[in-house]
């Protein structure tokens, strides 16, 4: 599979021999939907928590008499069913939200993705990427520079101080080493760059 390489200023040059294993192969969106699905469940705390009818700081009197008021019969103000009462079912902050994923499925999810980004023109290579001070305008001029419009994804075989801190004010962009490499963010961002070194691990991680 012919990758598009990009140099610094972002026009194109001599293309790259990807691997077929990796970036390659057919699309599987139930898969994918699935292990999606499944990393952003298990990134959930589980700490939120509703109250129930035993937790509600209301009295327990009954409000009126059982008959003759002419109005529905009433045991307590914490009732579900009034104003102010408590959950029927309250979410408990112990929830678990995981979902299992085999890891043959991962790794499957992830080379759909990439040969999905291929496909659609939406990945593009680069020799090297680095900067030699830690700055945010340096770094989104340089991205700019390179003819990316709206929120890239870079991925990086070294990640080094100054590419760390000049990206993480930028809304737009993310730098990770190939090892950190998500579902999330490859679905979410519709650029994604590469470097060389980056696709060699990236191959020879799930090729």
């Given at each position: 599979m012919e990758l598009k390489v990009i140099d610094a200023s972002g026009k194109p040059a001599e293309s790259l021999a990807g691997s077929d294993a990796l970036f390659g192969r057919e699309y599987n969106e139930a898969l994918v939907h699935q292990v999606v699905t499944a990393y952003l469940?298990?990134?959930?705390?589980?700490?939120?928590?509703?109250?129930?009818?035993?937790?509600?700081?209301?009295?327990?009197?009954?409000?009126w008499r059982q008959k003759g008021t002419g109005r529905a019969r009433a045991g307590m103000a914490s009732s579900p069913l009034w104003r102010g009462g408590g959950k029927i079912f309250p979410n408990s902050p112990d929830e678990n939200f995981t979902h299992k994923v085999n890891r043959k499925m991962y790794r499957a999810?992830?080379?759909a993705i990439f040969s999905r980004l291929v496909q659609e023109g939406r990945l593009s290579v680069v020799d090297s990427f680095s900067i030699e001070v830690p700055k945010t305008k340096v770094l989104a001029e340089k991205i700019k520079g390179m003819g990316f419009v709206g929120a890239v994804l870079l991925i990086t075989d070294k990640l080094d101080d100054n590419l760390y801190l000049s990206a993480r004010n930028l809304q737009d962009v993310l730098v990770l080493e190939p090892s950190q490499a998500d579902p999330v963010s490859l679905v979410h961002y519709p650029s994604v760059l590469l470097t060389r070194g980056a696709v060699a691990q990236l191959e020879e991680m799930f090729a």
């Open positions: 469940a298990n990134a959930r705390q589980g700490s939120r928590a509703q109250k129930g009818r035993s937790d509600v700081n209301k009295s327990t009197r009954k409000p999810a992830l080379r």
